[in-house]
Every structure is written in structure tokens, then in C-alpha cells.
């Protein structure tokens, strides 16, 4: 089966978001790749993007990843909060969730406090402190 990974552009932060990241799903950044890794004189780079990251991948589990990269100055800004989708994350426990949810929102915008809903889900939603959205997810029904 395919695997899908999400991919996150960031304006210049890329690194520090996943550090972030790392910090809280563990583990060790399986790429890291800079804009001055691939500057030639085919391919210059300016000095102010050289040390964006231009590839970086944090395995998450059951070989999932999740991935990124800074856009280059010459390319614009991203929007931090209107131009990137959601990433969901389905749990194993409530525990997890708990644990994920509490470490990537620190810093950031709850706009769902994670809990059991309607639905019978334990579930919560939030904006990280790189303004990217999160989903929290788990079914007890699955376990």
C-alpha cells in the first residue's frame, strides 16, 4: 500500500519546527538536506537562502514520515495559516493522544481542547506555535 507522508512548507523555520517535533514524537531526522547542498553555478543559490532546509524527514512510525522544507526567498512567503492542509494523527491509546496533543499545541493556539465527543472519539484540534493545524485522534472502538 502507498504510504502518505505530509508536507509541510515553511518561510524560513523548517528547522526549528522540527526540532520541535522531534522533541515530542522522538526519533532522529532520517534526511537533512540544505539550499547549500545543491548550489552550483548551474543551480546558485543566494546567500540568504543557503542555509534554509531544503529537504528534512522525521520518521513518525510504520514507515511514516513526516517532511518539509523552507521556500526559497525568490519564491514568497507561505501562508503560515491559510495555505497548508491539516495533519491528522490516529493514536493507539489515550495515553498517546494525551502526550501528543499536550506536547505539539505547547506554545500554541487550542482550538478544540482534547475529549471524548459525540462521536465516542477522545479527540482534539489545535494550531502549533509554527501555525501549523493538528488533529488528535482516538477511537477506543479500534483497540
Not at 534554509?52 to 523552507?70: F, V
Not at 465516542?120 to 488533529?135: I, S
Request: glycine share 8%.
Amino acid at each position: 500500500m502507498a504510504r502518505i507522508n505530509p508536507y509541510i512548507h515553511f518561510n524560513g523555520n523548517a528547522e526549528a519546527a522540527f526540532t520541535f517535533y522531534k522533541s515530542v514524537f522522538g526519533g532522529e531526522f532520517s534526511k537533512i538536506s540544505h539550499y547549500k547542498d545543491i548550489a552550483s553555478d548551474e543551480y546558485p543559490i543566494s546567500e540568504n537562502d543557503a542555509e534554509r532546509i531544503m529537504h528534512i524527514a522525521l520518521p513518525i512510525n510504520n514507515g511514516n514520515a513526516l517532511m518539509a522544507s523552507d521556500t526559497l526567498t525568490s519564491m514568497g512567503q507561505v501562508m503560515e495559516t491559510d495555505n497548508r492542509y491539516t495533519v491528522f494523527i490516529s493514536v493507539e491509546s489515550q495515553e498517546e493522544a494525551v502526550k501528543l496533543f499536550v506536547g505539539l499545541s505547547n506554545g500554541g493556539t487550542i482550538e478544540m481542547p482534547i475529549n471524548y465527543g459525540p462521536s465516542g472519539n477522545y479527540f482534539g484540534m489545535f494550531a502549533d506555535k509554527f501555525g501549523v493545524q493538528w488533529m488528535v485522534d482516538f477511537d477506543p472502538r479500534n483497540t
